[in-house]
């Protein structure tokens, strides 16, 4: 890289002079460090005009600075980790200005991106509960009309823990679809819930409500 080399402020830690006003600079003062003149004040440095931004927005900074006709970078010993730390930038206020309406579009473009893709997914989530409803009422003919619907939403809808959007469901296969449409029979056509609810175990509600679950799920899979 041939960069010219930064300016340099360093916030020194000791008492100072400026080199060239003499003025006295009390405790950690600003200063820039020039070969001919020694340490000077920012104001003989000819850097007075330019506002501090300190570090934390990489963006923002990037963007001030290269706004920025003249920019230093501001830095100070930290006795701690033995070398100079980066505190911020010194840029001009118009850079610092443009930079900031430059993030803030960003920002805006952003969300106006998440919105797109939120309603691209909406779209996708439709378009996929269709289809795994009309592969339900293909598997199941039997099964009463419009709920293959109900099913599917179930299985499809945000919750990614259950089956409709797991892997094989998204490829549709007749075992993922079973599976859904069984779900659905065990909680909304037995004893299931209830018996949940009344503190049964697992296993035994689903041994339980076997029976009658698995002759509906085979009813269902004759035409109507
Ligand atoms: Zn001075």
């Known amino acids: 890289m041939n960069e010219v080399e930064e300016l340099k402020v360093f916030i020194s830690n000791r008492d100072s002079t400026c080199d060239d006003c003499r003025e006295k600079l009390g405790r950690k003062p600003w200063i820039t460090l020039t070969r001919e ?129 797991s892997a094989s469901a998204k490829r549709l296969d007749e075992e993922a679809v079973r599976l859904a449409v069984r779900a659905h029979i065990r909680h909304v056509e037995t004893d299931y819930d209830r018996l949940l609810a009344r503190g049964y175990d697992r296993s035994d509600a689903r041994a339980h409500v076997r029976g009658i679950a698995e002759r509906m799920l085979e009813s269902w899979k004759a035409p109507e």
């Open 37 to 165: 003149k020694g340490a000077l004040c920012l104001s003989c440095g000819d850097l007075d005009h330019l506002i501090f931004l300190p570090s934390g927005d990489a963006a923002l900074t990037r963007r001030a600075r290269k706004h920025s006709t003249l920019s230093a970078v501001v830095l100070k010993w930290s006795r701690a980790r033995n070398r100079y730390e980066r505190q911020g930038l010194l840029v001009e206020e118009q850079a610092l200005k443009t930079a900031e309406e430059e993030c803030l579009a960003d920002e805006d473009v952003r969300s106006r991106q998440r919105e797109r893709d939120a309603l691209r997914r909406q779209e996708s989530d439709l378009q996929y509960l269709e289809i795994f409803a009309s592969r339900i009422r293909e598997l199941f003919p039997g099964c009463p009309k419009g709920r293959e619907l109900t099913i599917a939403e179930h299985a499809c809808l945000k919750y990614s823990g259950r089956v409709g959007r």
